[in-house]
């Protein structure tokens, strides 16, 4: 980390502290003072606490800039996300987020995971919903959109399976084929698609110091060099993650990569 700079903060790549450990996220920022941040990065599915607890949205408020990355799958409430929000829910609360964080373009809308399931009674799966979703999302002024799809790690395939599920995997030439239908419609409505730690994919960056720092209000600069310890194919930048795995999610997602299988369970 270039300590001469102003930090980047990741809250959390690991967990969703915002939705899940709002008062610990509050307690970790005290080590992190608003002069020495250039950026907090908020991961959630779940914004609802940055608008209602009193508290965390003081304590973000003190920042100069907050970007969040603002997951939506589509499957909130469903069997594959039993702990989120339907969708619809979490769409009505982003212009309350866009006023918090000081405008839309410090909103990304991850689509991610991509995934497709089968159990005994058909397929669940949150690729058609892309359009919909998209639409109304635009409306709100957010214009960028990452996405990746879900990865067969064994965890999460054994976890599946003792749920009755059979996850679907992906070839690059399925992934390219969706790839080019979900570009089509994001052209049509002025919105640009990225893509996370995918292979034969452009690298990009979900946490982008070049970005952060066009953004940032004062115009400070923050580290832009890579970030060690992440994925091949990961073009982020240096932040310090605030988060742990042992914070464990309550939201239940069956395909999450970071909830460690425990055998017999």
Not at 155 to 172: A, D, E, P
Request: proline share 6%; glycine share 6%.
């Amino acid at each position: 980390m270039d300590h001469e700079l102003p930090v980047v903060i990741s809250a959390s790549r690991r967990t969703d502290l915002v939705g899940c450990y709002p008062d610990y996220l509050i307690e970790k920022l005290k080590a992190y003072p608003p002069e020495k941040v250039h950026t907090i990065v908020i991961w959630t599915k779940n914004p609802c606490n940055m608008i209602h607890h009193q508290a965390l949205r003081e304590v973000l408020s003190q920042y100069a800039q907050v970007y969040v990355h603002l997951t939506i799958t589509g499957l909130g409430g469903s069997v594959l996300e039993p702990g989120i929000p339907p969708w619809e829910r979490v769409v009505e609360m982003i212009p309350e987020l866009v006023q918090l964080v000081k405008g839309p373009e410090r909103i990304l809308w991850r689509f991610d995971p991509i995934i497709a399931a089968e159990d005994c009674t058909g397929q669940i799966e949150n690729f058609s919903l892309f359009p919909a979703m998209e639409e109304r999302i635009r409306k709100h002024g957010i214009t960028t959109c990452r996405t990746s799809w879900a990865a067969p790690y064994k965890k999460v395939v054994r976890r599946m399976q003792k749920n009755g599920f059979t996850l679907r995997t992906y070839s690059y030439e399925n992934q390219a084929a969706q790839a080019q239908q979900l570009e089509e419609v994001a052209n049509s409505l002025g919105m640009k698609i990225y893509y996370c730690s995918i292979d034969g994919f452009e690298r990009s960056r979900c946490i982008d110091g070049a970005l952060l720092t066009e953004l940032h209000p004062q115009g400070l600069t923050c580290s832009l060099k890579r970030a060690k310890g992440q994925r091949a194919q990961c073009g982020c930048t240096e932040s310090i993650d605030i988060g742990w795995y042992s914070l464990k999610c309550t939201y239940g997602c069956l395909y999450c990569y970071a909830e460690p299988h425990i055998a017999g369970k």
